[in-house]
Protein backbone atom coordinates (compact mmCIF):
# COMPACT_ATOMS: atom_id res chain seq x y z
CA UNK A 1 0.00 0.00 0.00
CA UNK A 2 0.98 3.79 -0.80
CA UNK A 3 2.87 5.85 1.91
CA UNK A 4 0.20 8.06 2.18
CA UNK A 5 -2.30 5.50 2.85
CA UNK A 6 0.02 4.31 5.28
CA UNK A 7 0.32 7.80 7.10
CA UNK A 8 -3.87 7.98 6.48
CA UNK A 9 -4.00 4.49 8.35
CA UNK A 10 -1.69 5.71 11.28
CA UNK A 11 -3.45 8.78 11.93
CA UNK A 12 -6.53 7.55 11.62
CA UNK A 13 -5.69 4.91 14.77
CA UNK A 14 -4.23 7.56 16.37
CA UNK A 15 -7.09 9.02 16.42
CA UNK A 16 -9.48 6.51 17.63
CA UNK A 17 -6.91 4.23 19.60
CA UNK A 18 -8.74 4.69 22.95
CA UNK A 19 -11.73 2.27 21.20
CA UNK A 20 -9.22 -0.12 20.87
CA UNK A 21 -7.71 0.03 24.08
CA UNK A 22 -10.80 -0.24 25.28
CA UNK A 23 -11.67 -3.37 23.65
CA UNK A 24 -8.81 -4.98 24.76
CA UNK A 25 -9.03 -3.97 28.45
CA UNK A 26 -12.73 -5.40 27.79
CA UNK A 27 -11.69 -8.87 26.92
CA UNK A 28 -8.14 -9.58 28.27
CA UNK A 29 -7.07 -10.02 31.86
CA UNK A 30 -2.96 -9.13 31.60
CA UNK A 31 -0.77 -6.11 30.12
CA UNK A 32 1.10 -8.78 27.37
CA UNK A 33 -2.00 -10.33 25.96
CA UNK A 34 -3.63 -6.98 25.79
CA UNK A 35 -0.39 -5.54 23.71
CA UNK A 36 -1.04 -8.63 21.34
CA UNK A 37 -4.73 -7.76 21.07
CA UNK A 38 -3.77 -4.23 20.28
CA UNK A 39 -1.38 -5.28 17.69
CA UNK A 40 -3.47 -8.02 16.23
CA UNK A 41 -6.63 -5.18 16.16
CA UNK A 42 -4.04 -2.51 14.32
CA UNK A 43 -3.02 -5.32 11.87
CA UNK A 44 -6.57 -6.37 10.93
CA UNK A 45 -7.82 -2.91 10.51
CA UNK A 46 -4.92 -2.15 8.44
CA UNK A 47 -5.51 -5.31 6.30
CA UNK A 48 -9.51 -4.41 5.56
CA UNK A 49 -8.66 -0.25 5.27
CA UNK A 50 -8.00 -0.58 1.30
CA UNK A 51 -11.59 -1.68 1.21
CA UNK A 52 -13.14 0.57 3.59
CA UNK A 53 -15.57 2.63 1.51
CA UNK A 54 -16.97 4.75 3.87
CA UNK A 55 -20.38 2.60 3.67
CA UNK A 56 -20.28 3.06 7.68
CA UNK A 57 -19.25 5.23 10.34
CA UNK A 58 -14.86 5.06 10.78
CA UNK A 59 -16.20 3.76 14.28
CA UNK A 60 -18.62 1.49 13.33
CA UNK A 61 -16.07 -0.19 11.27
CA UNK A 62 -13.70 -0.26 13.47
CA UNK A 63 -15.50 -1.87 16.13
CA UNK A 64 -16.39 -4.38 13.79
CA UNK A 65 -13.07 -5.66 13.41
CA UNK A 66 -11.66 -4.96 16.70
CA UNK A 67 -14.60 -7.23 18.36
CA UNK A 68 -14.59 -9.80 15.71
CA UNK A 69 -10.78 -9.68 16.23
CA UNK A 70 -11.31 -9.78 20.45
CA UNK A 71 -14.35 -12.27 20.25
CA UNK A 72 -13.54 -15.20 17.88
CA UNK A 73 -10.23 -14.31 16.74
CA UNK A 74 -8.25 -17.61 17.17
CA UNK A 75 -5.68 -16.55 19.22
CA UNK A 76 -3.26 -18.40 21.87
CA UNK A 77 -5.82 -19.14 24.84
CA UNK A 78 -4.47 -17.09 27.97
CA UNK A 79 -5.53 -17.94 31.45
CA UNK A 80 -8.93 -16.84 32.03
CA UNK A 81 -9.19 -15.52 35.68
CA UNK A 82 -12.06 -17.44 37.32
CA UNK A 83 -14.94 -15.79 38.75
CA UNK A 84 -14.31 -16.77 42.52
CA UNK A 85 -10.91 -14.90 41.56
CA UNK A 86 -12.34 -11.98 40.08
CA UNK A 87 -14.45 -11.91 43.34
CA UNK A 88 -12.24 -12.06 45.47
CA UNK A 89 -9.87 -8.85 43.50
CA UNK A 90 -13.35 -7.23 43.85
CA UNK A 91 -13.72 -7.47 47.54
CA UNK A 92 -10.04 -6.37 47.74
CA UNK A 93 -10.09 -3.27 45.98
CA UNK A 94 -13.69 -2.43 47.72
CA UNK A 95 -11.89 -2.48 51.23
CA UNK A 96 -8.99 0.08 49.51
CA UNK A 97 -11.36 2.56 47.64
CA UNK A 98 -11.63 5.91 48.96
CA UNK A 99 -13.40 7.71 46.11
CA UNK A 100 -17.01 6.79 45.22
CA UNK A 101 -16.68 7.68 42.13
CA UNK A 102 -13.64 5.67 41.53
CA UNK A 103 -15.37 2.59 43.44
CA UNK A 104 -18.42 2.87 41.00
CA UNK A 105 -16.23 2.91 37.87
CA UNK A 106 -14.22 0.08 39.01
CA UNK A 107 -17.34 -1.96 39.99
CA UNK A 108 -18.86 -1.12 36.33
CA UNK A 109 -15.97 -2.70 35.17
CA UNK A 110 -15.69 -5.71 37.15
CA UNK A 111 -19.51 -6.21 36.45
CA UNK A 112 -18.78 -6.44 32.58
CA UNK A 113 -16.40 -8.53 32.67
CA UNK A 114 -18.57 -11.38 34.45
CA UNK A 115 -20.62 -10.65 31.36
CA UNK A 116 -20.70 -13.23 28.47
CA UNK A 117 -18.61 -12.12 25.24
CA UNK A 118 -21.28 -10.55 23.16
CA UNK A 119 -22.89 -9.10 26.02
CA UNK A 120 -19.89 -7.41 26.57
CA UNK A 121 -19.87 -5.85 23.10
CA UNK A 122 -22.61 -4.69 23.47
CA UNK A 123 -22.67 -2.79 26.94
CA UNK A 124 -19.43 -1.70 25.65
CA UNK A 125 -20.57 0.27 22.61
CA UNK A 126 -23.81 1.64 24.47
CA UNK A 127 -21.79 3.21 27.06
CA UNK A 128 -19.90 4.61 24.13
CA UNK A 129 -22.82 6.62 22.76
CA UNK A 130 -23.16 4.47 20.14
CA UNK A 131 -26.55 4.32 18.57
CA UNK A 132 -28.63 1.25 18.60
CA UNK A 133 -28.89 0.82 15.03
CA UNK A 134 -25.04 0.65 14.64
CA UNK A 135 -24.80 -1.70 17.66
CA UNK A 136 -27.36 -4.01 15.94
CA UNK A 137 -25.32 -3.68 12.58
CA UNK A 138 -21.99 -4.56 14.32
CA UNK A 139 -23.71 -7.75 16.20
CA UNK A 140 -25.44 -8.62 13.17
CA UNK A 141 -29.21 -8.57 14.99
CA UNK A 142 -32.32 -6.97 14.86
CA UNK A 143 -32.37 -3.06 16.82
CA UNK A 144 -35.52 -4.48 19.02
CA UNK A 145 -33.23 -7.79 20.08
CA UNK A 146 -30.38 -4.70 20.97
CA UNK A 147 -33.09 -3.05 23.17
CA UNK A 148 -34.53 -6.16 24.53
CA UNK A 149 -30.90 -7.61 24.96
CA UNK A 150 -29.82 -4.19 26.61
CA UNK A 151 -32.61 -4.43 29.32
CA UNK A 152 -30.99 -7.77 30.15
CA UNK A 153 -27.52 -6.55 29.85
CA UNK A 154 -28.67 -3.54 32.24
CA UNK A 155 -30.33 -5.90 35.30
CA UNK A 156 -26.97 -8.48 35.58
CA UNK A 157 -25.07 -4.99 35.74
CA UNK A 158 -27.35 -3.99 38.61
CA UNK A 159 -27.69 -7.03 40.68
CA UNK A 160 -23.71 -7.37 40.19
CA UNK A 161 -23.01 -3.86 41.36
CA UNK A 162 -25.05 -4.13 44.52
CA UNK A 163 -22.87 -4.10 47.61
CA UNK B 1 -30.06 1.17 37.35
CA UNK B 2 -30.79 3.21 34.33
CA UNK B 3 -28.47 3.03 31.14
CA UNK B 4 -27.41 6.91 31.61
CA UNK B 5 -26.49 6.49 35.26
CA UNK B 6 -23.72 3.58 34.02
CA UNK B 7 -22.66 5.95 31.17
CA UNK B 8 -22.30 8.57 33.75
CA UNK B 9 -20.17 6.40 36.11
CA UNK B 10 -18.12 5.29 33.00
CA UNK B 11 -17.76 8.78 31.63
CA UNK B 12 -16.15 9.84 35.38
CA UNK B 13 -13.13 7.74 34.45
CA UNK B 14 -11.12 6.54 31.85
CA UNK B 15 -10.19 2.63 31.83
CA UNK B 16 -6.30 2.60 32.11
CA UNK B 17 -4.08 2.22 29.25
CA UNK B 18 -0.90 4.10 27.78
CA UNK B 19 -1.64 5.61 24.15
CA UNK B 20 0.54 4.79 21.72
CA UNK B 21 3.16 7.17 19.87
CA UNK B 22 2.97 7.32 15.62
CA UNK B 23 6.29 5.26 15.15
CA UNK B 24 5.19 2.72 17.87
CA UNK B 25 1.72 2.38 15.17
CA UNK B 26 3.51 2.51 12.14
CA UNK B 27 6.18 -0.59 13.50
CA UNK B 28 3.22 -2.87 14.16
CA UNK B 29 2.25 -2.10 10.90
CA UNK B 30 5.76 -4.31 9.80
CA UNK B 31 4.86 -6.80 12.20
CA UNK B 32 3.56 -10.20 11.36
CA UNK B 33 0.20 -11.40 12.83
CA UNK B 34 0.46 -13.16 16.20
CA UNK B 35 -2.91 -14.83 15.38
CA UNK B 36 -3.08 -18.86 15.84
CA UNK B 37 -4.17 -18.78 11.94
CA UNK B 38 -1.50 -16.93 10.99
CA UNK B 39 0.92 -18.68 12.57
CA UNK B 40 -0.55 -22.24 10.92
CA UNK B 41 -0.15 -20.19 7.73
CA UNK B 42 3.38 -19.12 8.27
CA UNK B 43 3.83 -23.48 9.25
CA UNK B 44 2.01 -24.74 6.02
CA UNK B 45 4.16 -22.49 3.98
CA UNK B 46 7.49 -23.93 5.75
CA UNK B 47 6.36 -27.50 4.90
CA UNK B 48 4.94 -26.46 1.87
CA UNK B 49 8.41 -25.16 0.54
CA UNK B 50 10.86 -27.85 2.48
CA UNK B 51 8.49 -30.69 0.46
CA UNK B 52 8.72 -28.84 -2.85
CA UNK B 53 12.56 -28.39 -2.26
CA UNK B 54 13.40 -31.77 -0.89
CA UNK B 55 11.00 -32.97 -3.90
CA UNK B 56 13.10 -31.62 -6.48
CA UNK B 57 16.23 -32.77 -4.87
CA UNK B 58 15.27 -36.57 -4.60
CA UNK B 59 13.76 -35.89 -7.98
CA UNK B 60 17.26 -35.09 -9.61
CA UNK B 61 18.89 -38.04 -7.39
CA UNK B 62 16.58 -40.43 -8.55
CA UNK B 63 17.05 -39.51 -12.36
CA UNK B 64 20.72 -40.14 -11.70
CA UNK B 65 20.70 -43.76 -10.26
CA UNK B 66 22.04 -46.53 -12.18
CA UNK B 67 19.04 -49.29 -12.02
CA UNK B 68 15.44 -48.57 -11.66
CA UNK B 69 15.35 -44.29 -12.27
CA UNK B 70 12.18 -44.73 -13.87
CA UNK B 71 10.44 -46.47 -11.23
CA UNK B 72 11.64 -44.35 -8.25
CA UNK B 73 11.52 -41.13 -10.69
CA UNK B 74 7.72 -42.12 -10.57
CA UNK B 75 7.23 -42.26 -6.94
CA UNK B 76 8.75 -39.29 -5.76
CA UNK B 77 6.83 -37.34 -8.45
CA UNK B 78 3.73 -38.75 -7.67
CA UNK B 79 4.83 -38.39 -3.65
CA UNK B 80 5.20 -34.40 -4.72
CA UNK B 81 2.50 -33.68 -6.70
CA UNK B 82 0.23 -35.09 -3.61
CA UNK B 83 1.71 -33.22 -0.53
CA UNK B 84 1.69 -29.50 -2.84
CA UNK B 85 -1.76 -30.78 -3.35
CA UNK B 86 -2.68 -31.40 0.01
CA UNK B 87 -0.46 -28.14 0.95
CA UNK B 88 -2.49 -25.61 -0.99
CA UNK B 89 -5.63 -26.98 -0.44
CA UNK B 90 -5.10 -26.63 3.54
CA UNK B 91 -3.67 -22.96 2.54
CA UNK B 92 -6.49 -21.86 0.39
CA UNK B 93 -9.16 -23.23 3.65
CA UNK B 94 -6.57 -20.98 5.89
CA UNK B 95 -7.26 -18.12 3.65
CA UNK B 96 -10.74 -17.79 4.28
CA UNK B 97 -10.69 -17.66 7.73
CA UNK B 98 -10.01 -13.82 8.08
CA UNK B 99 -12.65 -11.71 7.06
CA UNK B 100 -12.88 -9.94 10.48
CA UNK B 101 -15.17 -7.13 8.37
CA UNK B 102 -18.05 -8.58 8.50
CA UNK B 103 -20.80 -8.37 11.29
CA UNK B 104 -20.06 -10.26 14.39
CA UNK B 105 -22.93 -12.75 13.52
CA UNK B 106 -21.84 -13.16 9.80
CA UNK B 107 -18.54 -13.32 11.07
CA UNK B 108 -19.14 -15.95 13.60
CA UNK B 109 -21.15 -18.32 10.72
CA UNK B 110 -18.42 -18.09 8.30
CA UNK B 111 -15.69 -19.30 10.71
CA UNK B 112 -17.56 -22.11 12.01
CA UNK B 113 -17.99 -22.90 8.13
CA UNK B 114 -14.21 -22.78 7.66
CA UNK B 115 -13.20 -24.22 10.49
CA UNK B 116 -15.78 -27.12 9.83
CA UNK B 117 -14.05 -27.45 6.54
CA UNK B 118 -10.62 -27.29 7.28
CA UNK B 119 -11.10 -29.92 9.78
CA UNK B 120 -12.75 -32.13 7.73
CA UNK B 121 -10.33 -32.02 5.42
CA UNK B 122 -7.72 -32.73 7.64
CA UNK B 123 -9.40 -35.76 8.75
CA UNK B 124 -10.20 -37.23 5.17
CA UNK B 125 -6.50 -36.61 4.02
CA UNK B 126 -5.44 -38.69 7.15
CA UNK B 127 -7.70 -41.46 6.13
CA UNK B 128 -6.31 -41.36 3.08
CA UNK B 129 -2.33 -40.79 3.16
CA UNK B 130 -2.55 -43.79 6.35
CA UNK B 131 -3.80 -46.42 4.01
CA UNK B 132 -1.54 -44.97 1.41
CA UNK B 133 1.70 -45.20 3.21
CA UNK B 134 0.41 -48.84 4.20
CA UNK B 135 0.19 -50.24 0.84
CA UNK B 136 3.46 -48.14 -0.38
CA UNK B 137 5.32 -50.36 2.65
CA UNK B 138 3.50 -53.51 0.84
CA UNK B 139 5.08 -52.17 -2.41
CA UNK B 140 8.38 -51.32 -1.27
CA UNK B 141 8.37 -55.23 0.57
CA UNK B 142 7.46 -56.73 -2.94
CA UNK B 143 10.37 -54.34 -4.54
CA UNK B 144 12.70 -55.80 -2.17
CA UNK B 145 11.23 -59.30 -2.16
CA UNK B 146 10.99 -59.59 -5.71
CA UNK B 147 6.93 -59.73 -6.92
CA UNK B 148 6.89 -63.63 -7.61
CA UNK B 149 7.96 -64.49 -4.04
CA UNK B 150 5.99 -61.85 -2.45
CA UNK B 151 2.60 -63.23 -4.23
CA UNK B 152 3.19 -66.49 -2.60
CA UNK B 153 3.88 -64.88 0.69
CA UNK B 154 0.72 -62.70 0.04
CA UNK B 155 -1.85 -66.21 -0.97
CA UNK B 156 -0.66 -67.59 2.73
CA UNK B 157 -3.72 -67.36 5.01
CA UNK B 158 -1.74 -66.52 7.72
CA UNK B 159 -0.18 -63.50 5.98
CA UNK B 160 -3.56 -61.89 4.67
CA UNK B 161 -4.62 -62.24 8.58
CA UNK B 162 -1.45 -60.28 9.75
CA UNK B 163 -1.93 -57.83 7.02
CA UNK B 164 -5.91 -56.90 7.53
CA UNK B 165 -5.32 -57.26 11.38
CA UNK B 166 -2.15 -54.68 11.43
CA UNK B 167 -4.08 -52.06 8.72
CA UNK B 168 -7.23 -52.52 11.12
CA UNK B 169 -4.77 -51.56 13.90
CA UNK B 170 -3.22 -48.94 12.47
CA UNK B 171 -6.19 -47.29 10.83
CA UNK B 172 -8.09 -46.73 13.92
CA UNK B 173 -4.99 -45.53 15.85
CA UNK B 174 -4.04 -43.12 13.42
CA UNK B 175 -7.73 -42.19 12.83
CA UNK B 176 -8.04 -41.70 16.46
CA UNK B 177 -4.88 -40.13 17.12
CA UNK B 178 -5.64 -38.02 14.35
CA UNK B 179 -9.75 -37.39 16.10
CA UNK B 180 -7.58 -35.96 19.65
CA UNK B 181 -5.15 -34.27 17.86
CA UNK B 182 -7.27 -31.98 16.24
CA UNK B 183 -10.06 -31.96 19.69
CA UNK B 184 -7.56 -30.75 21.47
CA UNK B 185 -6.33 -27.77 18.75
CA UNK B 186 -9.40 -26.58 17.61
CA UNK B 187 -11.91 -28.28 19.86
CA UNK B 188 -12.58 -25.76 22.23
CA UNK B 189 -12.39 -22.94 19.86
CA UNK B 190 -14.87 -24.55 17.77
CA UNK B 191 -17.31 -25.26 20.91
CA UNK B 192 -16.37 -21.63 21.71
CA UNK B 193 -17.90 -20.30 18.49
CA UNK B 194 -20.88 -22.87 17.99
CA UNK B 195 -21.91 -21.25 21.31
CA UNK B 196 -21.53 -17.85 20.70
CA UNK B 197 -23.27 -18.35 17.58
CA UNK B 198 -26.52 -20.19 19.24
CA UNK B 199 -27.11 -17.44 22.33
CA UNK B 200 -26.97 -15.06 19.25
CA UNK B 201 -29.89 -16.78 17.34
CA UNK B 202 -31.42 -18.02 19.96
CA UNK B 203 -32.49 -14.83 21.33
CA UNK B 204 -33.63 -13.51 18.00
CA UNK B 205 -35.93 -16.42 17.40
CA UNK B 206 -37.39 -15.20 21.02
CA UNK B 207 -37.43 -11.37 20.05
CA UNK B 208 -39.01 -11.99 16.66
Not at chain 1, 89 to 109: A, C, P, R, T, Y
Not at chain 2, 145 to 168: C, D, H, N, Y
Not at chain 2, 198 to 206: A, G, H
Request: proline letters at 1%; one cysteine or more.
Amino acid sequence: MAIGEEKNFINLINEHQGLIHKVCIMYENDRDARNDLFQEIVLQLWKSFSSFRGEAKITTWMYRIALNTAISGFRKQTRHIKTEDLQEVHMNISDSWGDEQEENFQKLQWAIRQLSEIERAMIMMALEEVAYEDIAETIGITQNNVRVRMNRIREKIRKLMLP
Amino acid sequence: MELDELKNIWKSNEPGYTLKGEEELAIMLKGNSRSIISKLKRSVWFELTLTVGVGIALLVYSLTLPSGAMKWTSIFLLMLVAYSFYYVKKLTLLNQFESTHENIRANLEKLIDNLTSYLKFYKRSYAILYPIYFFLGLFFIALERGTSEFIILLKQPRTIITLIGLAVFFFICSTWLTSWYLKKLYGNHLDKLNALLKDLKSDQSVVS
